[in-house]
């Protein structure tokens, strides 16, 4: 058997059953390796970026790795950014980078790069496979190693000779192949110092992340939070969180550092599970990065990318035995009308999220109000950017609407950061995912400008700061992404009232595949 | 002075007054310090692929660097493979990473990774500001590294408060800020190793690259071609050729290895200038990827990266002191009527290509005898894809727009190629620049149809190959390059005919600014 051929067999058996793809010549025997595994589905996007940033979606929604099959360290790089965003999101991937065959490799080739230097960057684990006889085991490593716990990227680097040779056997994954979340053994010192610190009488703040934000880890911290009268937050960007449908609301921490502080302020105790100890996005003059108030402990119940929603449940049993969850929002806001804002958009889209959705959330500053808009509407997943590289939010919706057909999936995405990943759209084509994306075109890279604020540069020339603020505007020209989707293969409308956004979503939902809706909005920093 | 400050100083009296840019909030000071700058251009870029990929073009058309802003190890990330292809360009850039400030490191910050080690994979030279003091000079170096010669990219990593701290000042660069191609020294020994084998009677051939491929190379080369019998051939993708109007035409060894096996067949000396020694793109089964003859000898009078057009004119005074430079081809092809195809394209390219022009070729399969149809036009200049990772076309037209705003660019890309890097088409269409793009549309990755032949992969399943070959096509949906263009802000229209295809480009000609041209052909490979 060919080494391609125990690639593929050993994923499948692993239940790595999904491989986002942007071949080249260096992966053709395991393109065509695939007719003989129809259990594997292929999926091709356009950019590799688009390839990894699916993989992180799909996941993150089923617990277990997809595969991505990359060209050569250019390929690896096209896949970076999203790589690094499932590699803060903890996510389990299989990343399989093709490379020139082993006797190839002497003559540095046009393609040639250091793809293990790169590809160390990103994953918990690397191997080059030296032979075909070594891909069956190499793989059965890979899977183990991306299942974790902790879960995480495991990259094989194939040259095209082990691919293509034969003497090569599937291998069997020594793991469970089942949720890779959740798994790892409980810290019962920390959760004894946990329950003294939140039953002490100091101020206390849970901070909750990972497995911790899914409804089970929700439900055990607000029973935690109802009986000690510690503050609930979660961090600033999870991977993915259950919310609505009684499930209770959990309040984020802040990306602005300053209202970070205020919810963070005078609390003695600082219990993490699943997050770690709080930090600033960015670093700014004269000002700590350390959010952790002063002189407050830290107990860590659960680290990040641990099981958390496990701990919690243990720490509820030991200092909430007696109370129930509290009862999460229930509602959802009425329909706006009007010139459409942020805001506005954000209400439309709860009063309108359907029972069951998957929610991608890239809308940065236009997201206004998106939690509180949808947290007592009907059950649904919510994913966030946990490593802040833009340009996750279309290519995470393809993986969600794979791993997860039967749920309609929202992907919510600023006109900045899905620019960067645009041709996801064609694979939601392709594929006749059924992903609605809103794209909120405010025509400027706001978050910018209110991080030019924050970070006290001042304008030298004549002080206006007209060159540097072209930097940060999308406008001349205007971006027309009803154009831009219609080109890939997505329909696609524009909405200017709330009412228009609502007709959109509702003629979408009405039908089944991609959708995209312009939405155009002010931007929420002039 | 604030660092920032002193890094702007410093780059333009370098010489470096050009700045594709895709920045965030660590480098908040670097755009804002930018309205105290005028003499630096910014270029806004949607994506950091662009905007590497634009310095890339623009280093190959000035012989200066233009610097890259990119955010942080994502942004890195994102430009990784275009940086790979002006590395393998000799391409000098200058390109700027901002981090998190050093007291931020130890945080571990959502957006941190190792920038330092990705970095390392693509660059000649790269360094850490440690403070504001170092920024001047540590700018400085970096420009004199990026210069060479060799030439090349130099990376410079800013943490954020080593841009905004005082305490800095503007640094001289200690090279000569002008052509950074064809410096160094020549080797007198290698030259007259390389006459005796030119004069002796077996069959020699000539390879050239780097800035032998400019029109004093060329000529040179052409020289010494005519004088000795030898035969004379280009490395299979030149960085940039200076070609037509009289100028000889020059043979490129083929990317198909079987091909260029017949090229080089019978050798007994291969004679090397500016290009290294001949090898296939990629390694296939039972076949050596070394392209040189058997028993053949090399003979380098420049090494890639190195003179080789003062060292083409110092041979061809030693072995052709009496030749001319033969005419070069004169004279355009027909134009073509009737259905398009990539052969019929490539004739429409070459009735009609401007005077000046410079073509960006990114066509892959569909530029069936372009080089054939232009090579006795007008004068122009010509430049592909030295590192082989595909989306570098339209990036690099914008590069080579900025670079030579008074000559008209021509940029053509194939379908697949062209979606890596789609938005470089809002760069050209903000920038107002004269670039007129000619989107081959096969629907197909065609050259990996022409792979997977090659490479001798056998389907499983039911052996239609079918799983595999939809991984290889681009339709199911079509693309629509008109819509996505017109949804970045390039007017556009479609050709199905050789007339429209004349037509279109035409009109593109008589408006400045960009154009996009959809060229729907056939593909090469069914």
Chains 1, 2 share one sequence.
Not at 29 to 44: I, Q, S, Y
Not at 129 to 142: L, R
Not at 386 to 407: E, K, N, Q, T
Request: hydrophobic fraction near 45%; charge should be negative.
């Amino acid at each position: 058997m060919r080494g391609a051929h125990a690639l593929l067999h050993t994923l499948v058996d692993g239940g790595v059953d999904v491989c986002f793809a942007n071949p080249g010549t260096s992966e053709m025997h395991f393109v065509a390796a695939l007719d003989g595994v129809p259990t594997m589905r292929p999926v091709l996007t356009l950019f590799e970026g688009v390839a990894t940033g699916a993989a992180d979606g799909y996941g993150r929604m089923t617990g277990r790795p997809a595969s991505v099959l990359l060209h050569l360290g250019p390929g690896l790089g096209n896949g970076l950014a999203n790589l690094h965003n499932a590699r803060r999101a903890g996510t389990p991937v299989v990343t399989v980078v093709g490379d020139h065959s082993t006797a190839h490799k002497v003559h540095d080739a046009p393609l040639d790069s250091d793809i293990d230097s790169v590809a160390g960057t990103v994953s918990r684990w690397v191997r080059r496979s030296a032979t075909a006889a070594d891909v069956g085991p190499d793989t059965a490593a890979a899977v183990a190693a991306a299942l974790g716990p902790p879960a995480g990227i495991a990259t094989l680097i194939l040259p095209a000779d082990a691919s293509w040779d034969d003497g090569a056997a599937p291998a069997t994954v020594e793991s469970e192949p089942g949720l890779a979340a959740g798994r790892g053994a409980l810290d019962a010192d920390a959760l004894e110092a946990a329950a003294k610190a939140l039953t002490g009488g100091e101020r206390c703040v849970l901070l909750i992340g990972g497995d911790g934000a899914t409804a089970d880890g929700a439900r055990a911290a607000a029973r935690i939070a109802a009986a000690t009268g510690a503050t609930l937050l979660a961090e600033t960007f999870p991977a993915r969180s259950e919310r609505g449908g009684g499930l209770p609301a959990v309040a984020r921490l802040s990306y602005v550092a300053t209202t970070a502080h205020r919810q963070l302020e005078g609390a003695a105790h600082v219990v993490l599970a699943g997050a770690r100890s709080p930090v600033a996005f960015f670093g700014y003059p004269g000002r700590s990065g350390d959010l952790l108030p002063e002189g407050a402990d830290v107990v860590t119940v659960a680290p990040k990318y641990g099981p958390a929603a496990t701990a919690l449940a243990a720490l509820a049993d030991l200092v909430a035995p007696g109370t129930e969850a509290p009862a999460g929002p229930h509602g959802r806001p009425e329909l706006p009308t009007g010139e459409l804002t942020g805001a506005s958009a954000s209400a439309v889209i709860g009063a309108l999220l359907p029972d069951g959705a998957i929610v991608v959330d890239e809308a940065n500053t236009s997201g206004v109000g998106l939690g509180q808009a949808t947290a007592g509407g009907p059950r649904h997943d919510w994913l966030t950017l946990p490593g802040g590289a833009i340009g996750y939010g279309l290519p995470a919706a393809a993986g969600a609407a794979v791993a997860c057909p039967d749920r309609p999936v929202w992907c919510l995405a600023a006109d900045g950061a899905s620019m960067y990943t645009i041709s996801a759209l064609w694979t939601h084509a392709r594929e006749g995912l059924d992903v609605t994306t809103v794209v909120y075109n405010n025509a400027a890279y706001a978050v910018l400008r209110a991080e030019l604020a924050q970070v006290g540069a001042e304008f030298t020339g004549d002080g206006s700061g007209a060159v540097a603020r072209r930097l940060l505007d999308l406008d001349d020209p205007t971006l027309d992404f009803v154009r831009i989707a219609e080109g890939m293969g997505v329909p696609a409308r524009r909405a200017r009232t709330a009412e228009e956004l609502a007709d959109a979503l509702r003629a979408a939902a009405a039908e089944p595949g991609p959708h995209l809706v312009e939405a155009v909005v002010p931007p929420v920093v002039r």
